[in-house]
Each structure stands twice: as structure tokens, then as C-alpha cells.
């Protein structure tokens, strides 16, 4: 099975920073897991859930109007790890931030996967 694990949230003042992680895990190998693209929601309370980042399997990069010039969205394929860097934090940053991605291992197809979130908040 593959799992997708979020880390890094915490309680960061405004115009703080914060960098989360996204790793993928398994009882299978992961030396064949293919990752196509790799995406960052979020949500606030009360509000529907976003996206605000996603990067392709060739780098290519795209973000929400809100986070553009701030957030930066990368990948380390042989750690199998997804990061947004978050800078210039403010509190409307503030809300659960879930991963996702697109991927296959060498016995798995093409699926979808969501990690269990982890909080941002920002706050003074």
C-alpha cells in the first residue's frame, strides 16, 4: 500500500515562514514509485477546499492567485518528497494543508492519493 504522510504545519506570526512536507510511504518498494504530479490544497474553516500549488512530473509548477510571489511548490524524486515553501505568511494562510498526488508503483497502477492534512496557523 502507498501512503501519503504531511509534515511541518505549525503556529508561525505573520509574515513568518513555514516549509511542509509531503512523503510518500509503503510496504512496497518505492525505488519504482512514479509520482506524475503532485498537488497542495487547503482549507479553512467554513470554506471549501482549494488548491494552491502543483508541480508535474517534469517540474512545471502552477499556484493559486493568492499565494503567487510567496509559496514555492518543489520535488526531490529520489526522497519521493513533495515541499511547499510558505513565506510571507498571513492569517488567511490559516488552514489544514493536504497533499496529493498522482502516482504508480512498478505493481500498482495510476491512482490518486490524499495525505490526513496538517495544520497551518498564523496568527500573532
Known amino acids: 500500500q502507498v501512503h501519503i504522510v504531511e509534515s511541518g504545519g505549525g503556529l508561525v506570526k505573520p509574515g513568518g515562514s513555514l516549509t511542509l512536507s509531503c512523503a510518500a510511504s509503503?510496504?512496497?518498494?518505492?525505488?519504482?514509485?512514479?509520482?506524475?504530479?503532485a498537488r497542495w490544497y487547503r482549507q479553512a474553516p467554513g470554506k471549501e477546499r482549494e488548491l494552491v500549488a502543483s508541480i508535474t512530473s517534469g517540474g512545471t509548477t502552477s499556484y493559486a492567485d493568492s499565494v503567487k510571489g510567496r509559496f514555492t511548490i518543489s520535488r526531490d524524486n529520489v526522497k519521493n518528497t513533495v515541499y511547499l515553501q510558505m513565506n510571507s505568511l498571513k492569517p488567511e494562510d490559516t488552514a489544514v494543508y493536504y497533499c496529493?498526488?498522482?502516482?504508480?508503483?512498478?505493481?500498482?497502477?495510476?491512482?490518486?492519493?490524499w495525505g490526513q492534512g496538517t495544520q497551518v496557523t498564523v496568527s500573532s
Open positions: 509503503g510496504s512496497v518498494s518505492l525505488s519504482v514509485l512514479v509520482i506524475y504530479v
Open positions: 496529493n498526488a498522482d502516482l504508480r508503483t512498478a505493481i500498482m497502477s495510476r491512482n490518486n492519493y
